[in-house]
């Protein structure tokens, strides 16, 4: 992870590197994003299971997973660390908050930085036309459910939207309601240069 991106946000990494405290490198965490002072330093916040957070350089972790393009299916996440059944792969917040068959909340979408904005049009739109993407179309492409079922809420997440589908997946989307975070985890052994795939029929 030579740069960070705001789209790789909730994304699980691995420390490695550390001098300082050699005894966490190896151990895994989710990214928590940057703050100004951060990104002015190369770091960035990695929050470990015990609940601790660190700052840590961005050189000294790496990602779970890659943002590539694939052929014939636009981007995807492609594995970079074996993983095992079970593991977590991203914890993320929400971007935008809505309800299905209603337009996005255009002020949710304006308080959000302009890079999470621009994030956000880097997503599919299936319904662009001419004229180019739009946020209803992004969203409507994207939005993920959240909390009981059948309630028509929904999730736009930066990074759980670029997972690609498949029919025999190996991996699930889970909406943690506690935590008001979806996350992906995946359903078997994982290797790296795999695709992480979901079903979105669930």
């Given at each position: 992870?030579?740069?960070?991106?705001?789209?790789?946000?909730?994304?699980?990494?691995?420390?490695?590197?550390?001098?300082?405290?050699?005894?966490?490198?190896?151990?895994?965490?989710?990214?928590?994003?940057?703050?100004?002072?951060?990104?002015a330093r190369g770091r960035l916040g990695v929050r470990l299971d015990d609940g601790?957070?660190?700052?840590?350089?961005?050189?000294?972790?790496?990602?779970?997973?890659?943002?590539?393009?694939?052929?014939?299916?636009?981007?995807?996440?492609?594995?970079?660390?074996?993983?095992?059944?079970?593991?977590?792969?991203?914890?993320?917040?929400?971007?935008?908050?809505?309800?299905?068959?209603?337009?996005?909340?255009?002020?949710?979408?304006?308080?959000?930085?302009?890079?999470?904005?621009?994030?956000?049009?880097?997503?599919?739109?299936?319904?662009?036309?001419?004229?180019?993407?739009?946020?209803?179309?992004?969203?409507?492409?994207?939005?993920?459910?959240?909390?009981?079922?059948?309630?028509?809420?929904?999730?736009?997440?930066?990074?759980?939207?670029?997972?690609?589908?498949?029919?025999?997946?190996?991996?699930?989307?889970?909406?943690?309601?506690?935590?008001?975070?979806?996350?992906?985890?995946?359903?078997?052994?994982?290797?790296?240069?795999?695709?992480?795939?979901?079903?979105?029929?669930?």
């Amino acid at each position: 992870m030579a740069a960070f991106s705001p789209a790789l946000e909730g994304c699980v990494v691995e420390l490695r590197g550390l001098s300082s405290r050699a005894e966490l490198n190896g151990q895994r965490g989710v990214c928590i994003g940057q703050t100004e002072d951060q990104r002015a330093r190369g770091r960035l916040g990695v929050r470990l299971d015990d609940g601790n957070e660190l700052s840590v350089a961005v050189s000294s972790v790496m990602s779970m997973l890659a943002l590539e393009e694939l052929p014939g299916r636009g981007f995807g996440a492609v594995a970079r660390l074996p993983m095992r059944s079970g593991s977590l792969v991203v914890r993320e917040r929400p971007v935008l908050l809505g309800h299905l068959g209603q337009a996005p909340d255009k002020g949710q979408y304006s308080a959000l930085s302009a890079e999470k904005q621009q994030a956000i049009f880097e997503l599919c739109d299936a319904y662009s036309e001419a004229e180019g993407k739009t946020l209803e179309g992004i969203v409507a492409t994207n939005a993920l459910p959240r909390g009981p079922e059948g309630a028509g809420e929904t999730a736009l997440c930066l990074l759980a939207s670029r997972f690609n589908h498949s029919c025999a997946p190996n991996a699930e989307y889970l909406w943690v309601e506690e935590l008001h975070v979806e996350e992906v985890r995946t359903v078997r052994d994982v290797s790296p240069g795999e695709e992480l795939c979901v079903n979105y029929f669930g």
